[in-house]
């Protein structure tokens, strides 16, 4: 969630950074709320100081045997406006607050400016892509003649978008998460977590998941926890609210989760294989860090997640996104 000093200070500023971030996005809304709230915050303080001398007053008079109803009565009007003021200055702050996690992070002045994917930037590749002298098959074919990889299965067991791994498959799976944890921890000084695989609202507000992306998430509202779409929701949360010392920084964390994704948005799309499912299994990677290093430690982490496909003898681009192509909550 942006700072709504950036608001208030730099409006033309957050106007066009917004600008590049394809879409339409409650800026003026904000600055209003937040400009009608200081208004009655500033007008609350003045009657609250008013019924201060006026209580000191009151008390004056009485000492006296002097009458003060006259000003006894205005202390009760203005204790019922400030209590309107209050509740007026409560509803604003939900309201802003509500707008706020509307708002996209702001991108980093690195990143291109474009609509879509068409203006993302390669940085590096690695590897150069097989040439075949036949015509491979697609990786669905080939999972369910090794008997590998079972999509029937998986459709009457949850319905489209489901896979049932077997036998090797399996094993695969399973030694790849291995592999990439082993890696990260061993030799990259990541600290390994296991963390929920459900988290609470708050959890995924604080990155950026909700409100906007609700309908790709599955959820159990009784309960008022959300299956995470990624574990970079929980590591990221893992600190939410505490002071952190910065000579503990950075903090180092990977991952293993199944993550769950609705994709509500992609009927049609990659509707045959494992390339666009709503169960999948991921090594995440997160650091928490001072703002000043951010940007070197992303490229830190860049360059561990890089290693793994290189000892995979995995060809790969490295893709710097677009501002209309990248995440909600990224900066870069």
């Known amino acids: 969630m942006l700072d ?78 400030i209590k309107e003021n209050d509740e007026m200055i409560a509803e604003h702050e939900d309201r802003i607050q509500s707008l706020l996690l509307e708002i996209p992070n702001l991108p980093h002045e690195s990143v291109p400016v474009g609509a879509d994917e068409s203006f993302n930037k390669v940085v590096r590749s690695w590897g150069e892509p097989p040439v075949f002298d036949f015509e491979p098959l697609p990786h669905w074919d080939i999972g369910e003649s090794l008997g590998i990889m079972d999509f029937e299965r998986g459709v009457r067991l949850a319905g489209s ?51 906007k992306f609700a309908e790709d998430l599955y959820s159990c509202p009784s309960d008022d926890l959300w299956m995470i779409p990624t574990a970079e929701v929980p590591l990221t949360n893992l600190h939410r609210g505490e002071i952190l010392s910065e000579e503990d920084l950075p903090l180092y964390y990977t991952a293993y989760t199944p993550c769950f994704r609705r994709e509500a948005g992609s009927h049609g799309r990659d509707v045959r294989g494992m390339l666009r499912v709503h169960q999948f299994d991921k090594v995440e990677l997160v650091k928490i860090c001072s703002p000043e290093s951010s940007y070197r430690e992303l490229e830190s982490l860049t360059l561990s997640a890089e290693e793994v496909l290189k000892r995979l003898e995995l060809p790969f681009r490295t893709v710097l996104l677009s501002t209309g192509d990248m995440g909600f909550a990224a900066s870069k």
């Open 4 to 81: 709504i000093r950036l608001f208030r200070e730099k409006p033309e500023e957050l106007k066009s950074a917004l600008e590049t971030r394809n879409g339409v996005f409650p800026l003026e809304d904000i600055i209003e709320l937040d400009s009608r709230r200081r208004e009655i915050l500033t007008r609350t303080d003045d009657l609250r100081s008013e019924r201060n001398r006026g209580s000191r007053e009151i008390a004056e008079l009485k000492k006296k045997g002097e009458d003060a109803t006259g000003l006894m009565e205005r202390m009760q009007v203005i204790g019922e406006e």
């Open 161 to 211: 978008r489901f896979t049932v791994l077997r036998g090797a498959g399996a094993r695969l799976e399973r030694a790849l998460i291995n592999f990439m944890l082993d890696i990260h921890t061993r030799e990259h000084s990541f600290v390994e977590v296991q963390p929920p695989f459900l988290v609470n609202s708050d959890t995924m507000k604080g990155t950026g998941q909700l409100p």
